[in-house]
């Protein structure tokens, strides 16, 4: 028999994820306004089941959209700290049916906040890898290729072979449970009353269902993500700047790709006074003599330093106080976020691709140029760049 | 790489936790008028923290925001943590009008910093624009309590106006300690340019390459400053003096929140100014330049 992997009926899913759901919190695609969306549920009865991939990773259950970094009030006119943002102390997380293209963006995510891509592991960021670290992930394998997938092409997927606690498989009958972590054996320790022995069978199985959804995406998908091509050009910067201007006349700096990608988590931080009433209070509004005039720092009031999402394609990303702006064109801002997602010095430096293939970037870009469409064009150009040669 | 790592181990916790310093003086380097903001020197308390020169600090005003600034003074000397602040944004205008007592938040030391090992035997050439010799005040505070490990040093600091020029009280004691100081002004005011003593020039700092008696065999030069000074200048000493990239030092600067290598804004090309950098050497930035502008 397999090592790590188990059988499981449909219903002792269903049972298993009920009693996780009483003993942490278990996060699952919800069906909201027509659209599939990570929320917290109550019973495994809530779970959306048919659904390619939500409308944005659960990355936000990592590293949320705004979250305190730091306390502090004034007394007296001093500062005084209050501790750091406090996150962690929730209750352990369950995410289940995660896709394999947020898994490895998670994965890489981790790589990248525990300070390992950078070779600093001493500067873990605390928040994140507390969140992470209270949390299970089952992810689920997909049996059918959506209409904007590219995981094929990015190693993200369609199964993977780490960064789950629980990779499950749907056979024609039950699941396949495959560990990937301790804590995943362990939880099928927990749960061993409702597993039972995956035969070689399941294990055929399942590897039968992983190559038919890489044969249909090939056979019906035209989306793909020209990795090697692309990384070449962006690798060894082969592209002409007029490519990259040409890219930025067609961007609308929305930041959407950014915001839907599984693997991007730049943030701004921000002093808000007040913070929990959501409104920025009196003691926020720093008092200036004169438009640009003097202004003199809050003396009063309770402070969060909060972090925000951030996005590289946003015009003041890189503006820096004094006029000196590195990345004034956006034609330059897309080239520093095309070579963070595609290039090899990247992939040398976080141990993966910064694709996963989720393909969210190409469903949400208004200008039609997803990571698919722009991996093409580079195609073209070391076509033709070739083409000219001979 | 010059990447010495002096980096404290920090927790994981205490990341964005900043500690609280208070400011114990202040000194106005350049004094406001309509077209120059306002720079100054804050004394911190040190709070027995270590660091190498070219090191930064994420400076902290409460209820404001934190900015990357470099320390300037040098580690060796006992008792002093010096910033020199310009008025450049809301944050660091509120640092640059600090008066003692005020408390700011820090975090650091941040990024990689000089190393002066690989220069021993060397003569240093300090090439600093403007707010460019903050960040290389320590580095040289450093060679001279080293003096005798190294040949000549001969600084070049150049600014817009004379009275942009930084540390204008402190010439002497360089000098007095075996410094070269020369000066350059982009206009004059009519009387400065006059003066005899330090030597000076109305024009770019690079017309002082000439009188500096460069030898590019022995020359180490590090260089801070502008974006157009660090690419210019740096051209000029390699192109038409001869020093090896690998000798030509110098430091970035970039927008940075978290200085710490998470927020993501500083990256160039691969790079995470705040811990690959600051400070690269110039055959590292000609590399990376081959993808995106290094400055």
Known sequence: ?390 | MTAVAARPAQDAGDLYVPRLSRVLEVREEVAPDANTRRVATLSLERGGMDWLPGQFLQVGVFGAGEVPICISSPPGLQGALMITVRDAGPVSGMLARMRPGAVVGLRGPCGNGFSLEEHRGRDLLFVAGGMGLPALRGLLWQALLQRSDFGRIVLLHGSRCPHELVYTWQFAEWEKQGVEVLLSADRGDGCWEHEEHPPRCVGLITALFDRAGIVAEKTSAFLCGPAIMIEVGGRDLMQRFGVPAHRCVTTLERHMKCGVGKCGHCVVVDRYVCMDGPVFHYDELAALGRIERPW
């Open chain 1, 1 to 390: 028999m397999p090592e790590g992997r188990w059988w499981l009926a449909t219903d002792a899913l269903d049972a298993i994820l009920d009693d996780l759901a009483g003993s942490a919190t278990l996060v699952a695609p919800v069906r909201r306004a027509g659209e599939v969306l990570f929320r917290p549920v109550a019973r495994a009865a809530d779970i959306c089941r048919d659904y390619v991939n939500s409308l944005v990773p659960p990355k936000r259950f990592f590293l949320p959209a705004t979250e305190p970094l730091l306390r502090y009030h004034f007394t007296d006119g001093q500062p005084v700290l209050d501790g750091d943002g406090g996150a962690g102390a929730e209750k352990p997380l369950v995410l289940f049916g995660v896709r394999s293209c947020d898994v490895a963006g998670l994965e890489q995510l981790t790589r990248f906040f525990s300070g390992e891509s950078l070779g600093h592991p001493e500067s873990a960021d605390g928040p994140f890898m507390r969140r992470r670290r209270n949390a299970t992930i089952l992810s689920v394998v997909c049996q059918e290729p959506g209409a904007s997938c590219m995981c094929v092409c990015c190693k993200g997927g369609p199964a993977l072979e780490s960064g789950f606690d629980w990779q499950l498989t749907r056979l024609a009958r039950g699941w396949l449970v495959e560990a990937g972590s301790e804590r995943g054996r362990e939880l099928a320790t927990r749960f061993a009353a409702r597993l039972g022995p995956a035969g070689d069978d399941a294990v055929a199985e399942k590897a039968r269902r992983v190559h038919d959804v890489v044969e249909r995406f090939y056979q019906h998908s035209h989306r793909r993500v020209q990795t090697m091509a692309a990384g070449r050009m962006t690798s060894q910067g082969r592209l002409p700047a007029a490519f990259w201007e040409d890219l930025g006349e067609r961007c609308v700096e929305c930041g959407g790709c950014a915001f839907v990608c599984p693997t991007c988590s730049c943030f701004n931080v921000a002093d808000v006074a007040d913070a929990g009433t959501g409104e920025i209070g009196e003691a926020g509004a720093p008092e200036s003599a004169a438009p640009g005039g003097p202004v003199a720092a809050p003396s009063e009031g309770s402070w969060e330093r909060q972090r925000l999402r951030d996005n590289c394609m946003l015009a003041g990303f890189v503006r820096q106080a004094g006029g000196a702006y590195p990345r004034a064109s956006c034609g330059e801002r897309c080239l520093t976020r095309f070579f963070h997602k595609l290039s090899w010095q990247f992939v040398e430096r976080t141990g993966a691709l910064g694709c996963t293939g989720c393909g969210r970037c190409a469903l949400v870009c208004l200008a039609g140029i997803g990571i698919d469409r722009v991996s093409a064009l580079m195609t073209e150009q070391l076509v033709g760049a070739k083409g000219a040669a001979t």
